[in-house]
């Protein structure tokens, strides 16, 4: 098994599911280019880009890509104390993380890349065409073999943006990561939510089912301009689970539907996952501006559509 193919069996062990989006991103980062990671927040790119940097043994710097991001804060400055005491030299210089990532071989990660000024963004064309940078009184600073420049974009969100240049795409490669379907959101739940249930009431599985389905249903509303990540329904389950423990709601109260069972227990654990779901996702769905309802009421409709629309429209008869 070759060296590649060795590390993408043992990163895959840290993801569920993105079997092809590793096998493409390592394919870039081992054939020595820069890449950008296009897609909405919760997708799993930073878990991604931590499991292959952990296994390669390099540093992941993160810089946030913001109209404070300048060139000076991306490649470094000359302490001023030292400047007024000796002038500016080579040992007064403080590097910042492009200069940090390119000595030490690591990945520079740059979230909300388009968010961050052009000016800055061209201070890394140098590094990403010749992987090297001239900094005055300091000299060239040659990157190591390991150096990339990894960035990631919202494709959704275009307030605050900027228009990357041509320059800085014809740099770059480009791979789209969309939301992993519902079997592994599930699984995504499950592992980040199991201390908590195995220390809990025994709602488990119903919740992660439930909390995962009204979080992919919030990216589906008409009234709704950018749904939930799988980290809404993470932070539902959890919440939902102390809720249970403070409302005395345990398994038994979440078992199937309400036919031939406790119809008071099943509205109990319905208005459960809807209180969970207003603290959880209310502020992490984003509406469009043209309509006038609240978080809350589209919650509401997207909870009556899977608790009481669909059980209905499934029931026989």
Same mark, same amino acid.
Do not use: Y
């Given at each position: 098994m070759s060296l590649v193919r060795d590390t993408r069996?043992?990163?895959?062990?840290?993801?569920?599911?993105?079997?092809?989006?590793?096998?493409l991103t390592l394919a870039a980062v081992a054939a020595g280019r820069d890449i950008v990671l296009e897609g909405p927040p919760g997708t799993s790119k930073t878990?991604?880009?931590?499991?292959?940097?952990?296994?390669?043994?390099?540093?992941?710097?993160?810089?946030?890509?913001?109209?404070?991001?300048?060139?000076a804060k991306l490649v470094g400055h000359h302490n001023p104390a030292r400047v007024l005491r000796e002038d500016y030299s080579a040992d007064n210089f403080v590097p910042g993380p492009l200069v940090e990532a390119m000595r030490d071989g690591g990945f520079l990660y740059i979230e909300e890349f388009n968010r961050a000024p052009e000016d800055t963004l061209n201070t890394l064309l140098t590094a990403m065409a010749d992987r090297s940078i001239s900094i005055p009184r300091v000299g060239t600073i040659v990157a190591a073999p390991t150096f990339r420049v990894i960035a990631s974009m919202n494709p959704y969100d275009?307030?605050?943006t900027t228009r990357l240049s041509t320059s800085v795409h014809d740099r770059l490669n480009r791979l789209a990561v969309d939301y992993q379907d519902a079997a592994a959101e599930r699984g995504i739940v499950s592992l980040r939510t199991a201390t908590a249930r195995n220390e809990g009431t025994g709602l488990g599985s119903r919740l992660i089912a439930d909390a995962v389905a009204v979080t992919?249903?919030? !990216? +589906?509303?008409? #009234?709704?301009?950018?749904?939930?990540?799988? !980290? +809404?329904?993470? #932070?539902?389950?959890?919440?939902?689970?102390?809720l249970g423990e403070l409302r005395g709601i345990d398994a038994a109260g979440a078992g199937g539907n309400a036919r031939g069972g406790d119809v008071d227990a099943e509205q109990a654990y319905r208005e459960l996952v809807y209180d969970a779901m207003v603290v959880s996702l209310s502020g992490r769905i984003h509406l469009d501006e043209a309509i006038e309802a609240t978080p809350e009421q589209v919650l509401r409709e997207i909870w009556e559509?899977?608790?009481?629309?669909?059980?209905?429209?499934?029931?026989?008869?």
């Open positions: 069996a043992r990163v895959a062990s840290h993801l569920v599911g993105r079997e092809r989006e590793l096998e878990t991604m880009l931590k499991a292959i940097t952990s296994e390669w043994g390099i540093p992941l710097l993160f810089v946030e890509g913001n109209a404070d991001l300048t060139p275009n307030v605050g992919r249903a919030t !990216r +589906g509303h008409p #009234d709704v301009r950018q749904g939930s990540s799988v !980290r +809404g329904a993470i #932070d539902c389950v959890l919440v939902a689970l102390q559509d899977h608790f009481i629309l669909e059980p209905a429209a499934a029931a026989p008869g």
